[in-house]
C-alpha cells in the first residue's frame, strides 16, 4: 500500500493559464467575437422564467418590453421553429407553450444590445398565469387519482413508459427474483427494514451556464458552450430544431466544472434557435442563482431496504425499492433510467442469496432532474450501507466484520451472474481500518467512527483522435473532449508521451471541433483516462506504422475490453455533541483500489475531490425544494464545503490493482464520493445510538433524534 504524497513530474497544460486568469470560457468568448464583423452584430439574450410550479399561460404581452432601450427581438414559442428537447427522451419545449410545469420553466427570450438591457427588457413582460395544482412528492404524484402532468409521456421520442403506466412515471426499472428474496428474507436469522432520505443538490460548479450561437448562413451554426459532451449534444440540438447534424459545429471551449451537470442540452437549443431566428450571434449566460434554481439538480430520493442475514452473519437477501423525484421533464438524462447503474452498484460489492430491486422516477413540478457524480449511485449507497450496519447491531456483529464475511473476492460471482477475476474489496477495507487517528474529540463530546464501501466497474468508452506533426520536434494530438477542470488533457498528453517515448512538452493536446472528428460520447461516467489510453496505444501503434508526415486517426469503441473492478472503503471518525446535537467529522480515511496511476497530481485531485463532495453531501448540502420553488438560490445558501469546513482527509493507495487494457488504468473519479454519507451517518450512529436516515446528518436532525419530543407535549 502507499500513502500519498507522490511527486508529480509533470504538471497540468493548463495549469498556469487557470492560475493567472487567462484562460477563456464560454463566457469570455464575446469578447473575440466582437473582434470581427459578425461581433459587431452580437446580441444578448434573456430568459423570461415561470415564477409558478404549474400553471396554464394564458397570454405573453410584450409590448412595453419591445419599446425598451436595446430591444432586438422578443421571441415565445410560437415565434421559434423546434420541437421537444432532450438526452434521451425529448419531452421538454423550447419554450413553455399553453402550461409550465416548474418554477423556471422558460417562457419567452428577450434579445438586447447588451445583457443588461436584455434583462430589463425582460422584467418587463407581462405573462398571465392561471394557477394550476402541482405536485411535488414522487410518492403522491404516483399515487391514485394523482392529476396527470403530461397528456401522454409515453408518445414522447424516446420515453421508456406505456399508456398502462401511471401516467407521472418517467421510468421504472426492476431487478432480480422477488419471492426468491421474500422466501430468504422470511428464513433469515436477522432482517433490516428502514427507509432513507437523500435531498436534490447542485453539482456545485462555479462557472454558471453559457451559450454562445453564431449563424453561418443556410441553417448552419457554430456554438460555444459549456458542455461535456459536444458530439453527443450536436445530436441533440438537430433532433430538437430540425436541422441536420453537419449543420452544426460544436466549437471547443474549456469547461469550469461539471461533475455531471453540464452534460443535458440545457438552455443551447433556445440560444440557437434565436440566432438562427434574429440571424444575429447570440450570448446567453446564466447567472449564479438562474443556474443553481432552474438546471438539472441531482434527484432526491426515498430509498426502502430490505436486508438480511443468517446466524453466521452470511447476507441471504437484499430488497431496494427507490423512488426518485425526477422533477418536471425527462430530459436532462442521457438514459431515462439515471439510477440504474447507481441501484446496481448499491448490490454490487457483495455476495447475496438473492436480490430485488425496483428503480422508479416520477415526474413532479419541481426543476427537472439530471445527473450528479455518480448518478444515483450516492443515494443507493448511502441507504444500503447504512442498512448493513443496523443488520450488524442487530446480529451482534462488528460492521467490518459482516462486511468482510460478504464481499466479493477474487473469482467471486456477484448478484448479476458476472465472475471478477480480481475484487479486492477485503483487502480495501482492511486497509482503511489500519489506519489510526491523528485527532482528538473536543472534551464532553461523544466520539464515532464507521464504514461503508463502494464497488465499481471501470469500463472503456468509444472515442476518436488523430495525431499530426506539428514540427521536426514536436505532436499535435487533437481529442473530442473539452477539459472539466481533472486534467484530462495533461493525462492524454502523458500516456501518449510516455508511449511514443518524447518529452511531455513535444505533445500539444487540443480539443478539436465535431466537425473534425467522428465521435465521442462525452466526459463521464469515469471513462475518460481508461477510454482515452486504450485509444492512444492504437493511435501509437498506427504512428510507428505510419511512413510519412500526413495525420493518423483512429476511432475505437473499447468493445473488446471486459470491465474492472475498484473498491472504496472509507472511514468517518466523528464528535457529535449531546447537548446541541452538532456534528464534527474528524478524519475521513479513502482506501482506493488501484492498479496504474497516469498522473499522480491528478488522481490524488479526484480522490480528494470526491470526498469532499461527498462529505457536502452528508452534512451540508440540500438546495431546499419548498413547494416547488429551490431556496437555497445562491453559493451563500447553498453552502457548498470551503476548506474552513473540512475534516482532515487521509488517502491510502492499495496498489496492484488489474487495469484495463495494455495500459493497466481503473477510474478514479466517481469512486471515492458516494459512500462518505453512509460512512458518516454510521460514525454518528456509533458515538450517539441514534440512526439519521435523512441527508443532510445536521445538528437538528441529531438534536431531536437524542431528545425526541414528548408525545404529550412536554418537555
Known sequence: MTVLQRPDPTPRIDARDKATGTTRYSADLAAALAATDAGARLVHAVLVRSPLPRARLRAIDSTRARSSPGVVAIYTADDLPGGLCGRKVRDMPLLAHHEVRFSGERVAVVLADTARHAAQAADLVEVDYEALPALFDPVEALGEGAPALHRAPWRYPGAVVGPHQHPNLQSEVVLGSGDHVEQLLRASAHVVERRYRTPAQHQGYLEPQAWLAVPLGSRRVRLVGTTKAPYRLRQQLAACLDLAEDDLDVQPAPVGGDFGGKGAPGDAPVCVAAALAADRPVQLVLSSPEDITATDARHPSTVAVRVGCDAEGRLTALAVDALFSGGAYAAAKPIPSVNLHGVHDAALGYRFGAFWIRSRIAYTNTVPKGHMRAPGALQTVFAVESALDELAAGAGLDPAELRLRNVLGDGDTDSYGHRWEEARGALTLRTAL????????????????????????????????????????????????????????????????????????????????????????????????????????????RWEEHDDDGPVAVESDGSSWPAVLSFCAQLARVAVDPDTGQVRVLELVSAVDVAR???????????????????????????????????????????????????????????????????????????????????????????????????????????????????????
Do not use: C
Open 434 to 541: 489500519g489506519v489510526e487517528p491523528v485527532v482528538d474529540a473536543p472534551s464532553g463530546w461523544r466520539r464515532g467512527s464507521g464504514v461503508a464501501l463502494y464497488a465499481r466497474p471501470t469500463r472503456a468508452g468509444a472515442t476518436s483522435l488523430r495525431l499530426q506533426r506539428l514540427d521536426r520536434q514536436r505532436l499535435l494530438l487533437e481529442v473530442p473532449i473539452p477539459e472539466t477542470g481533472t486534467g484530462s488533457h495533461s493525462a492524454m498528453r502523458s500516456l501518449l508521451a510516455s508511449r511514443l517515448a518524447l518529452a511531455p512538452e513535444q505533445v500539444e493536446v487540443r480539443q478539436a471541433p465535431t466537425s473534425q472528428l467522428g465521435y465521442d460520447p462525452g466526459v463521464g461516467a469515469s471513462r475518460v483516462t481508461v477510454g482515452m489510453a486504450l485509444a492512444i496505444e492504437e493511435l501509437a501503434r
Open 597 to 715: 496511476i497516469v498522473n499522480p497530481r491528478a488522481h490524488q485531485l479526484q480522490i480528494d475531490g470526491g470526498t469532499v463532495m461527498g462529505f457536502g453531501a452528508a452534512v451540508l448540502e440540500d438546495l431546499g425544494e419548498e413547494d416547488g420553488q429551490v431556496t437555497a438560490a445562491t453559493l451563500g445558501d447553498l453552502k457548498l464545503p470551503t476548506s474552513h469546513d473540512l475534516p482532515v482527509l487521509r488517502t491510502v493507495l492499495v496498489d496492484g490493482g488489474a487495469g484495463l487494457g495494455p495500459t493497466g488504468v481503473k477510474s478514479v473519479g466517481e469512486l471515492t464520493n458516494v459512500a462518505v454519507p453512509a460512512a458518516v451517518a454510521n460514525a454518528v450512529a456509533d458515538a450517539t445510538g441514534a440512526r439519521i436516515s435523512t441527508l443532510p446528518i445536521t445538528a437538528e436532525r441529531v438534536y431531536w433524534a437524542l431528545h425526541p419530543p414528548d408525545p404529550q407535549g412536554q418537555p
